[in-house]
């Protein structure tokens, strides 16, 4: 099994990558390719031309920066689940990047790779909307930073157009007292995540709960914000009882995708108990 | 392209098609049999060799990618005639029995290793979750693998002042 041909070129720059972005059509950026290959090889996508940006040294690596973590999109899964910043600063992203497939893959696969490619069933993303992280796309000439809550779209679709490249994520170091936790059901055959919820909080003076973030992913066509959940929990005093009323609205509103592996209504069902699960480990961690 | 790789200590040069994948570098072009191909869809482990270090499906990887990179094969792990622990462990603990995921297993294991001298039994099992074993059950696996760690550390030079 082995892909359609196509060129292969090796850029040695973020300017380079993107030059070549704009002047290829018909190129796609390989990363990880722990996504892109496989579809080639089942030939179902077939690019005339491979832009490499796995060797740029700008993309890969994690630094801090006035409060603020900068991720590499090149950053594998293994080096953010072993990153001594992230596990401090934010060690959400840490936790969720060792639920990530298997070893393997997590050697290869990339942060930016898996935002970009937008599976509904990845479990980045629910991590990237419960931190709001920032991703910074850049273009020939151009360059914008969109919101996590902004970049994805629909199914294997975010607001990048073919000729950006996504370069860096910005995520803002925790404040004190900020607990988090990723819990995830696994599809047992791929890893995928059947539901992935990732929650964060911060709590404040008499453990009220001054923020409250809870990202979905694998439910629904896209990943999202459990809003109402967020809401009703916002500025309340941190109890399992609270939690648990809150976390039943997990799903409201929320059209929920069914496949072989699990109906719509489990999908559902798993995203209310594993956003109730999350939110009360994440609060224990918080109060340390 | 031309490509540089390092396998096994010996380094070669070739003109590859962009498309070729490492598994088929190493098997077609450069005949080292040992890494098997199982699903060839990443999923079962059986490609597994190391890359600069780190363990890789080498069904999903281009060859053009390895360029200038360090490949280690199960090939490269015996010295002398003499099988590495892991190895060792393999066969004295029954690792296996038809022995197709065994490359794979190894070469994840050995990863493991370098990463965890001492893994717990949920430790291994969870490092080996991306290579599949349709014979064993995977208790002796776990197995072969306490034997090489224990192996590896007792020939290590003794750790000092820790
Ligand atoms: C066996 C297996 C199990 C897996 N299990 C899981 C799992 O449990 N959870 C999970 O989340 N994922 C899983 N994955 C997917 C894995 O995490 C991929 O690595 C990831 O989805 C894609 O990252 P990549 O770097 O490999 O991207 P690639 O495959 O190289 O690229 C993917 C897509 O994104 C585009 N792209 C890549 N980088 C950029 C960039 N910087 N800017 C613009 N476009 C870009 C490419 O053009 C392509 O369209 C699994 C994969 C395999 C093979
Ligand atoms: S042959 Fe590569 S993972 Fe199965
Ligand atoms: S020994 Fe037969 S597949 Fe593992």
């Known amino acids: 099994m082995f892909p359609r041909p196509f060129d292969y070129l090796r850029p040695t720059s973020v300017a380079e990558a993107t030059r070549l972005l704009a002047s290829h059509a018909e190129a796609k950026v390989l990363a990880g390719g722990h996504s892109l290959l496989p579809m080639m090889k089942l030939r179902l996508a077939s690019p005339r031309v491979l832009i490499d940006i796995g060797r740029i040294p700008e993309l890969t690596g994690i630094r801090e920066e006035n409060g603020m973590l900068i991720i590499g999109a090149c950053t594998t899964h293994y080096a953010a689940e072993s990153s001594p910043l992230l596990r401090r600063h934010c060690p959400l992203l840490a936790e969720t990047a060792a639920a990530i497939g ?13 935002l970009a490619h937008a599976d509904p069933a990845a479990d980045w993303p ?10 910074k796309l850049v273009r020939r000439g151009a360059e914008r930073l969109v919101p996590a809550r902004d970049f994805f779209v629909d199914l294997l679709t975010t607001v990048m157009q073919s000729d950006e490249l996504l370069t860096e994520i910005h995520v ?8 988090s936790a990723y819990l995830k059901v696994p599809q047992p055959a791929s890893g995928f995540a059947l539901t992935g919820v990732a929650a964060q909080v911060t709590l404040g003076p008499n453990n ?9 992913t694998g439910v629904s066509s896209k990943p999202y914000r459990a809003t109402a959940t967020e809401q009703a929990l916002q500025g309340q005093a941190a109890t399992a009882e609270a939690v648990a009323q809150a976390a039943t609205q997990a799903t409201a509103g929320v059209e929920a995708l069914a496949d072989i592996h699990a109906s719509a209504e489990y999908r559902l069902h798993l995203a209310r108990v594993y956003t109730k699960r999350a939110l009360l480990r994440a609060i224990e961690r918080a109060r340390g | 392209m031309h490509i540089t790789v390092t396998v096994n200590g010996q380094t070669y040069t070739h003109d590859v098609e962009p498309r070729l994948l490492l598994v088929h570098y190493l098997r077609d072009v450069l005949r080292l049999t040992g890494t098997h191909v199982g699903c060839e869809t990443s999923l079962c482990g059986a490609c597994t060799v190391l890359m600069n270090g780190a363990a890789v499906k080498s069904c999903t990887v281009l ?22 622990p892991v190895q060792e462990g393999f066969w004295e603990e029954h690792g296996l029995q038809c022995g197709f995921c065994t490359p794979g297993m190894i070469m994840a294991s050995y990863q493991l290793l370098q990463r965890n001298p001492n893994p717990s039994d949920a ?3 969870h490092a080996l979750e991306g290579n599949l074993c349709r014979c064993t059950g995977y208790q002796h696996i776990v197995n072969a693998v306490r034997y090489a760690a224990e192996k590896m550390r007792q020939s290590a030079p003794a750790a000092s002042g820790t």
């Open chain 1, 208 to 216: 009220t709960l001054e923020r409250v973030a809870v990202g979905i």
């Open chain 1, 126 to 135: 629910a991590a990237i909307l419960a931190v709001e992280a920032q991703l």
């Open chain 2, 123 to 125: 430790e291994i099992r």
């Open chain 1, 102 to 114: 298997d070893v393997q893959v997590r050697n290869r696969g990339t942060i930016g790779g898996s």
């Open chain 2, 63 to 84: 060859a053009v990618q390895a360029d200038g990179a360090e490949i280690t094969t199960i090939e490269g792990l015996a010295k002398d005639g003499q099988l590495h």
């Open chain 1, 172 to 179: 803002p170091v925790n404040p004190p007292r900020t607990g």
